[in-house]
């Protein structure tokens, strides 16, 4: 089992940034940076621009793109678990939501959100599950169960061949 990282000033350097962890690229990445991570879960922050492209008339963050912070948490929490045995991060799917439960319309520009994905289930074809939330420091704000897929050959998998 791997050992559980906490961010700190004295091991920051051993959290690459998430830019080396998720195959998104420009604004798409919506994740600042990890905060911990072990086997089973990963915490990472995100701080909702009042500028940026999802920004709504107020300039807060819709609670429905919670699901893509969480998405892009289960990336990173993939990413880092691949870098540890040295191989790149895989391009991979979301497969659906169950019970995405928001107790805000939108969550506050420049609102340090927490996002925690907790893996629940994964096998050897790539299939896989998380419970996630997103909270501040009033408490959680979001809660829902993410499934995921990382296919063998993405590419077979878009044409629907079976990989």
């Known amino acids: 089992m791997l050992n559980k990282i906490k961010m700190n000033k004295k091991n920051q350097e051993l959290l690459p940034p998430i ?20 086997d089973e879960q990963t915490l990472a922050e995100c701080i909702p621009q009042a500028g940026a492209w999802y ?12 699901i893509e912070l969480m998405a892009q948490a289960i ?9 540890r045995q040295n191989l790149p991060p ?12 928001a107790q ?13 994905v907790a893996l629940a289930y994964r096998d050897d074809s790539g299939l896989g599950a998380y419970d996630c939330s997103i909270s501040n420091n009033t408490g959680e704000l979001v809660n829902a169960t993410l499934k995921v897929f990382e296919p063998d050959d993405f590419q077979s998998f878009l044409q629907g061949n079976p990989a």
């Not at 990336?75 to 870098?83: M, S, Y």
């Not at 895989?90 to 439960?101: D, E, F, I, M, P």
């Not at 805000?104 to 925690?116: C, E, M, P, R, S």
């Open 90 to 101: 895989k391009q991979g799917v979301l497969l659906g939501t169950r019970s995405y439960k």
């Open 19 to 38: 830019q080396d962890l998720l195959l998104h690229s420009g604004d798409m990445v919506m994740l600042e940076r990890i905060l911990s991570v072990d």
């Open 55 to 66: 920004a709504d008339h107020a300039g807060n963050m819709p609670a429905w793109i919670g």
């Open 75 to 83: 990336a990173a929490h993939v990413g880092l678990l691949k870098r």
């Open 104 to 116: 805000v319309a939108a969550f506050a520009a420049n609102q340090v959100l927490h996002i925690k």
